[in-house]
């Protein structure tokens, strides 16, 4: 059973960075697509990015393109997001989920997502 966690998260100013970590256990990440949502409070929760199983194919929401950038190392089995130039509206749990998929797409909807992480707090701040 695929599990993941979490790490990375943290209070940062408007303009600085963060990079989160998703470390996947008990599976290999070549067969799974991989998501990053957020969830603020009081709203729903989002995609922000996701990897397809083969790493080829990457997708972002339009209000992170060109500041995040996803990625993932096969060897430490984990995903990564890089968040570049936060904003206060980028507050929220950040999560990590996976579905099994040889796809070479990847989806931003959370229901194609079977197995989730516990979540990791990001907070922007001055």
């Known amino acids: 059973q695929l599990q993941l966690v979490e790490s990375g998260g943290g209070l940062v100013q408007p303009g600085g960075s963060l990079r989160l970590s998703c470390a996947a256990s008990g599976r290999t990440l070549d067969y799974y697509a991989i998501g990053w949502f957020r969830q603020a409070p009081g709203k729903e929760r989002e995609g922000v990015s996701c990897?397809?199983?083969?790493?080829?194919?990457?997708n972002y929401a339009d209000s992170v393109k060109g500041r995040f950038t996803i990625s993932r190392d096969i060897a430490k089995n984990t995903v990564y997001l890089q968040m570049n130039s936060l904003k206060p509206e980028d507050i929220g749990i950040y999560y990590c989920?996976?579905?099994?998929?040889?796809?070479?797409?990847?989806?931003?909807?959370?229901?194609?997502?079977?197995?989730w992480g516990q979540g990791t707090q990001v907070t922007v701040s001055s």
């Open positions: 990897i397809s199983s083969s790493g080829s194919s990457t």
């Open positions: 989920a996976a579905y099994r998929s040889r796809a070479n797409v990847c989806s931003e909807y959370p229901r194609f997502y079977g197995s």
